[in-house]
């Protein structure tokens, strides 16, 4: 037998105790690595399989107009929500339940015998609080009540395709409930208890509460007291009307701002289902492309203007009623034309061979240059989804034919948010911006901004001086012109018409089947807010815009002017009255007449009196007011001191 030597020993004995060090440090590595590196995850693993989590939804972000009043909130919806394991009597439990929630008893029995941890089934799903009373007062193992909520719109169908709706997840699934989701919704939060393989509560481990964080409130540019305005006028044109629908919008000329939008046909946003998906998915607003007609004739006059082609006041037009253009004939909407005209004319009659010429005098490349600049052909970029494009023709297929249609707004296709953007940017100075509705974010809690939207401007189109002369031109179709239904006594109202026709399935324009609108600008030296109203084919009147739209903004702007607080004032052009039309009562002064002085005043107004007296103390409305032919003025009566 061989001997091993104390030297091969000694070795032999080093070389164990070194493995035994090495293999000692790589389980201190690896102890210290589970401890302090990965332990962490370790924990959550373990306790994720030990734990059962009861949800509790954050709240949404309210929705609140420019003054801060709520367009959309939250109401208290608990949640039932139920551990099988825990339940020690299914078929008691689920009788007890039944009772209470809109659910037979068989299908509850199925709830509460399902393989699984945590079982939500929808009729228990936003349950009211007296539901939920009632369950908690039962005191039923492994039944849960969470706190959750559901949307509510306090104004109905107010604002519908604006806002949207959110699901019963509290997801947004239209409009702005949509476009902002994220923001709104918040993180959820839970309520963490502790069980065994079986499901059991492990009684001496604590529950571990997980607060939800809400969602940020977010405030609109949109004006209340406008939105009420213009959805009043809409109900009204409905009802008197019958249309196959009907839109408006609103917007602060100075930055994009989107003070109301609003169509017809709508829903209540609680109540969607109920409507066809037709009616909620589409904004007409931003959805709508159409021929525009003859509002569109404020982009061919900026164009004019701008390139300095024509002077309104200086340079005529003779109108014969109709010009050929291409071996085409285009017609004025007048039979017979509008005769020896300055262009100042041509824009309030709305005179289509006088657009024409002006199309003409600019040439195709600059006007459809213009057309572009002021954003035709492109989405807006307004913060709302399903945004059309409208239809514009390529350049290089333009001729003679295309350029005369073009100018009277005929032959392209754009949406309203376009038109009113673009004749912004014309009488704001030249200004085109981003339209936009999220004004701001607020902290839920304290109500303090969080983030600020600043207006966006995209680029200037034409000059200052430009465009003062639309807004006077604007203001004299108002005053003298085809818009002469949307003058507003007291304040500088301009706008134009338009009368469009529709094109049908097969491809030919419809009869007595229009589109009518009327843009709106005021007040007209100083734009605070610009209207767009369409009349989608209105029945039993004659369908031109001077007559069904243009009454409708003069009463959207004069109301929602007095809201803003923006004051009358006396200048400006005085309306031309034209059978059967007639001309406003100017109220005299009549403070300290006695009553036998009355009859020299030779007015076609009513007179009311009160009081003993024999002289006019105080009367109403006060001086200078003008009045309707036939309308009422009181008189207060006392003894003259």
């Known amino acids: 037998m061989k001997r091993v030597s104390n030297v091969t020993m000694r070795k032999r004995i080093v070389t164990v105790f070194l493995f035994a060090i090495l293999l000692f440090i790589a389980i201190i590595i690896r102890l210290g690595y589970v401890q302090f590196i990965i332990g962490d995850q370790l924990v959550e693993k373990a306790e994720a399989s030990w734990s059962r989590d009861i949800v509790f939804e954050a709240e949404r972000g309210k929705i609140v107009d420019k003054n801060g009043l709520v367009l959309a909130e939250n109401v208290s919806a608990p949640t039932v929500m139920v551990v099988p394991r825990q339940i020690n009597n299914p078929e008691k439990t689920a009788e007890l339940l039944s009772d209470i929630i809109d659910i037979s008893e068989k299908e509850m029995l199925e709830q509460l015998t399902k ?18 009373k009632a369950i908690q007062a039962l005191q039923l193992d492994g039944v849960y009540i969470a706190q959750d909520s559901k949307r509510y719109y306090p104004n109905g169908d107010y604002l519908s395709h604006v806002l949207g709706f959110s699901g019963i997840d509290n997801q ?83 930055n994009g701002g989107i003070l109301a939008m609003a169509s017809r046909p709508n829903f209540h946003p609680a109540n969607y289902q109920d409507v066809e998906p037709s009616i909620y998915n589409r904004n007409l607003p931003i959805w709508s492309t159409y021929e525009p007609g003859s509002t569109f004739k404020i982009i061919t006059l900026a164009a004019a203007l701008e390139e300095e082609v024509v002077d309104l006041e200086e340079d005529t037009f003779d109108d014969d009623g109709s010009m050929k253009v291409g071996g085409s004939t285009l017609h004025c909407w007048k039979k017979g034309g ?54 514009l023709f390529d350049l290089d297929q333009v001729g003679p034919v295309e350029l005369a249609t073009t100018s009277f707004g005929q032959g392209v296709s754009v949406t309203p948010i376009q038109q009113v953007m673009a004749v912004s940017a014309a009488v704001n100075g030249g200004y085109l911006y981003t339209p936009y509705l999220a004004s701001s974010w607020l902290n839920p809690i304290s109500g303090d901004v969080v983030e600020t939207h600043e207006p966006k401007m995209k680029r200037q189109v034409i000059s200052n001086q430009t465009s003062e002369k639309i807004r006077n031109a604007l203001e004299s179709v108002v005053a003298k012109g085809t818009g002469r239904g949307a003058y507003v006594e007291g304040y500088r109202v301009g706008g134009k018409t338009g009368t469009a026709q529709k094109v049908g399935k097969d491809g030919r324009y419809m009869q007595n089947n229009h589109i009518v609108s009327f843009i709106g600008v005021a007040p007209s030296n100083d734009p605070e807010i610009v209207v767009y109203l369409a009349i989608d084919n209105p029945k039993n009147t004659v369908q031109f815009g001077g007559v069904v739209a243009a009454p409708i903004v003069g009463n959207v702007i004069e109301d929602s002017l007095r809201a803003m607080g923006v004051e009358p004032v006396k ?11 007639q001309p406003l009562v100017e109220v005299p002064d009549l403070i300290g007449s006695t009553r036998k ?33 036939g309308d009422t003025v009181r008189l207060y009566f006392g003894n003259e001191k």
């Open 115 to 132: 393989n699984t941890s945590i079982v939500r089934f929808s009729e228990g799903r936003k349950i009211s609080e007296e539901q939920a």
């Open 172 to 254: 947004g699934l239209m409009g702005l409930e949509l476009y902002y989701d994220e923001r709104l919704s918040g993180e959820n939060g839970s309520l963490s208890f502790y069980s065994d393989a079986k499901g059991k509560r492990l009684p001496n481990l604590a529950d571990t509460y997980h607060p939800p964080t809400d969602g940020y409130d977010l405030q609109l540019t949109i004006d209340e007291r406008v939105q009420t305005i213009i959805e009043r006028e809409l109900d009204l044109a409905e009802a008197k009307y019958n249309p196959d629908g009907a839109i408006a919008l609103a917007v602060d000329p100075d």
């Open 338 to 391: 509008h005769g020896h005209q300055t262009y100042l004319e041509v824009v309030q009659n709305s005179c289509n061979p006088g657009f024409i010429s002006l199309g003409q005098k600019t040439g195709k490349e600059k006007l459809y240059s213009y057309i572009s600049d002021f954003g035709f052909g492109e989405k807006t970029g307004i913060d709302l989804f399903g945004e059309e494009n409208g239809i």
């Open 571 to 581: 200048d400006g052009l005085e309306k031309e009255y034209k059978w059967p039309e």
């Open 597 to 629: 002085e009355l009859h020299q005043y030779q007015v076609n107004l009513s007179i009311e009196s009160s009081g003993k007296g024999d002289v006019v103390i105080d009367q109403a409305p006060k001086a200078g007011t003008k009045l309707e032919q």
